[in-house]
Each structure stands twice: as structure tokens, then as C-alpha cells.
């Protein structure tokens, strides 16, 4: 058991969202060849029904067919790099450094497209399963499409993680990375949604350093389904430098992030707070539950009744 004492977050200036390609047969090289442009924006399109573009930021398709995206912040600048196919890595490199890669498994060499709104498609990325990676303001989501009830549920992904770091499951199905006392990071408790916005249940396993995603679609699911598990690793920094409780503030960072997604009960309470890093902010400057809620006004009690974000947010106030 790690000590709340002991705890310190890495200077890691990264949010990482991923979902990985389905296991199973994938798609030829032949057949990626033939991604259309049109494939590829109604790809995107899927994906962004869901998580909306206000947050995709900037990004640049380099000569070697990878995208990057740069972030600034007062600790330097954090860079990550989306792969130029589906059988690549996210890299994420942080203003200190420190990089965490995602790896999307599988012989699937399906190229990257970058579509207008920003959103970067691996369309045919696995069978019946497209994969999508969006850079944002603070850092990057990768999502999988579950086309159709003939997609795999299970989803297989390999963590390339500093030495000696390890990934562990929390009682709340977030995954926490650390090495020794130090935290790197910490996997949000995973979402999905159908084509109707109905959540469907998912949940995580860690076999070593491969994180294991479950999606439980059954008989009624509306597909296609997105699924978009939320990759935190500068909770103290996304705060502004002050939270002054980093175990409970990054539990509450991952609880916010997992929630805000457009159609999510809580996106238009912490939307209307300022943001995740606003509404951590406000957190991180009370010490009772009266005036968290005083604090954040009338979306407070909206967060408030919100079981996940309640038990990682509130319940260590007085």
C-alpha cells in the first residue's frame, strides 16, 4: 500500500486518453491502402459525436507520416506524437523528460489521416474497430470505434514505461502508475458509449505492464460504440500548483476527466466551472464540503451527486 505521505507527482505535462486497437484479425496493408478520405472523416465523425473538437489542439503531419502536437506550459513544453500507423506507438514526452508510450498492438500497418477538425483516423485499425487519436490543450485521447456487434470486446495494450515503474489497479477500476513513491500517472476509470450515448460497461485488468480494457456490449447495444479510457499524469500541474493533496487530487483529476465527455451528466457543470483544471483549482482551495460547493456554484451539487466524482473529490472534505 502506497503512503498518501509519500506520494509526489512526476513534473509530467501530459493528459493521455487511449483506447487500443481490437484484438483479432486486422486489416491488410492492401486494404489501408485504400483508406479514403471520405472513410475517413465519417470515421472521425463517429468519434467526435462523442467527444466533441472545442478541446482537439494544433497539429502538425511531419514528412515521416507521424503527427505531433506541442504544448506550453510555465514548466516547458510537453510534446506527443501519434504514430503513422496503427501497428505504431503514442509517444508522450513530458517538459521534463519523461516518456510514456502507448503501444497499439497487432501486424495492422493502417496509415494515419488527419481529418479537418483535428482528429487523427487509423481507419480499419482492427477488425470491425477503427482507432482515432485526438492531441488536446492538455495532452492527447485515443479512442476506439467498435463498428459493429462482430467487434472484439477486449482490448490489449502495452505500456512502455520509465524503468522500475509499474501499473497497478485501484478499487475504483482507475490503474495508477508509479515508480517507488513517485507517481507518474494514473488511468482513469474507462467509459464507453453507444450510438444512442447510453453508457455501456467497461472496465480494466493489468497483467503486468499490459493494460487490459473489457467493453460488455450486449444483445440492445446501439453500435458503434466509442470507448475512451483517460491517461492523467500532471494533475498538480493541471491545478496550477495549488493542490496541496496529490493522492486526492489526482483520484478527483481522473474522476472530472472521465466525466467530461459531451452527453456526460456532469460536462455541462464542470464546462460551466472553467474546465477540469478550473474546477481542481476551486477544489484545492477549500477544505469543506459547504464551501467546495459555495465554490462552484450551481454545478457544484450536479458534481456533487455523481457517485465517482463525489467519492474522489468531496469525501475527504470536512
Known amino acids: 500500500m502506497i503512503s498518501r505521505n509519500a506520494l509526489r507527482v512526476a513534473a509530467v505535462s501530459v493528459t493521455v486518453a487511449m483506447a487500443l486497437t481490437a484484438a483479432g484479425p486486422m486489416a491488410s496493408a492492401s486494404e489501408a491502402d485504400r483508406i479514403s478520405p471520405t472513410q475517413a472523416a465519417e470515421a472521425a465523425a463517429v468519434v467526435e459525436r462523442v467527444t466533441g473538437i472545442a478541446d482537439i489542439a494544433p497539429s502538425a503531419a511531419l514528412a515521416d507520416g507521424t503527427t505531433q502536437s506541442v504544448s506550453t506550459s510555465e514548466r516547458g513544453s510537453s510534446i506527443v506524437t501519434a ?8 509517444q508522450s514526452t513530458a517538459a521534463d523528460g519523461i516518456t510514456v508510450s502507448i503501444g497499439l498492438p497487432g501486424n495492422n500497418n493502417a496509415p494515419a ?18 482507432l482515432a487519436v485526438q492531441p488536446t490543450e492538455s495532452g492527447v485521447r485515443a479512442l476506439i470505434t467498435l463498428n459493429n456487434a462482430s467487434a472484439p470486446t477486449e482490448y490489449r495494450f502495452d505500456l ?6 509499474e501499473a497497478e489497479r485501484l478499487a475504483d477500476g482507475s ?3 508509479i515508480k517507488g513513491d513517485e507517481i507518474l500517472g494514473m488511468f482513469a476509470s474507462p467509459w464507453a458509449k ?4 447510453a453508457t455501456v460497461p467497461t472496465s480494466y485488468r493489468v497483467e503486468g505492464k499490459t493494460l487490459i480494457q473489457t467493453i460488455s456490449t ?3 447495444t446501439a453500435f458503434p460504440v466509442v470507448a475512451d479510457p483517460a491517461w492523467w499524469d500532471k494533475t498538480k500541474e493541471i491545478a496550477g500548483g495549488m493542490v496541496s493533496d496529490t493522492w486526492n487530487s489526482i483520484k478527483c ?4 476527466g472521465a466525466a467530461f465527455i459531451p452527453g456526460a451528466k456532469a460536462y455541462k457543470a464542470i464546462k460551466a466551472a472553467g474546465g477540469v483544471k478550473k474546477v481542481l483549482s476551486i477544489l484545492a482551495s477549500v477544505d469543506t464540503k459547504k464551501g467546495a460547493l459555495s465554490a462552484l456554484g450551481s454545478g457544484g451539487s450536479t458534481l456533487f451527486g455523481i457517485k465517482a466524482i ?5 469525501d475527504d472534505l470536512k
Open 113 to 130: 489521416v488527419k481529418t479537418e477538425n483535428g482528429t487523427i483516423v487509423y481507419h480499419g485499425a482492427g477488425n470491425n474497430a477503427d
Open 253 to 256: 483529476g481522473g474522476a472530472l
Open 175 to 177: 490503474v495508477l502508475v
Open 194 to 197: 453507444d450510438a444512442n450515448g
Open 218 to 220: 450486449t444483445p440492445g
Open 310 to 314: 463525489k467519492k474522489a473529490c468531496f
Open 160 to 165: 512502455g514505461l520509465p524503468q522500475g515503474a
Open 83 to 90: 504514430p503513422a500507423t496503427a501497428d505504431g506507438a503514442v
